[in-house]
């Protein structure tokens, strides 16, 4: 079974950026990716995706300040998320999520499309 194991996250001001790191034990290629975050007290939020087709969605929430991606150099083992004009509201913590039946993401995925989890990073965003 493929480890999902998070890092970069932080405490930084609003206004500020972050990349966030996923590290897969193995190529992760042939999967719909994922970014989750989840605010203390509120349900686990879908951030981004990003399918073996190269193809990107963000939520309405963070499009134009999230960007996801995926490290081709390094052999599909590494997703990103850079975080710029960090906003309170992203307060959470973040996990990445690996649905390997799908070569590619579809609209309206939910956590619970994907089996895989890391066990999270946590960003904090002061005001």
């Known amino acids: 079974q493929v480890q999902l194991v998070e890092s970069g996250g932080d405490s930084v001001q609003a206004g500020g950026s972050l990349r966030l790191t996923c590290t897969a034990s193995?190529?992760?290629?042939?999967?719909?990716l994922a970014w989750f975050r989840q605010a203390p007290g509120k349900e686990r939020e879908l951030v981004a995706t990003i399918g073996n087709d190269e193809r990107v969605k963000h939520s309405d929430s963070v499009r134009g300040r999230f960007t996801i991606s995926k490290d081709k150099a390094r052999k599909s083992r590494y997703l990103y998320l850079q975080m710029t004009n960090l906003k309170p509201e992203d307060t959470g913590m973040y996990y990445c999520a690996r649905d390997p039946t799908r070569w590619s993401c579809v609209t309206g995925m939910t956590d619970a499309d994907f089996p895989y989890w890391g066990h999270g990073t946590q960003v904090t965003v002061s005001s």
């Open positions: 193995e190529i992760i290629d042939v999967s719909c």
